[in-house]
């Protein structure tokens, strides 16, 4: 099974991940990190087929995704 695995202390809320995820199951969360940006939560973790588009995509590094 897919999974992805959010790194708060990279993420900086660009929101690229949110916005390129085919089965839309990211988004912008509620809780900030140490630098204030709103991290990025996996919303459906059951639904993430492991494309890694989100991985990709994010210029900090800030996901990782495991198939």
Do not use: F, W
């Amino acid at each position: 099974m897919a999974k992805v695995v959010v790194l708060p202390e990279y993420c900086k809320s660009c929101g690229l991940c949110v916005n390129i995820c085919p089965k839309k199951i990211l988004a912008i969360g509620d809780k900030a990190n140490q630098k204030g940006y709103y991290t990025v939560v996996v919303t459906d973790p059951e639904k993430c087929i492991g494309c890694a588009l989100c991985g990709a995509i994010c210029p900090d590094m800030a996901l990782e995704v495991y198939r």
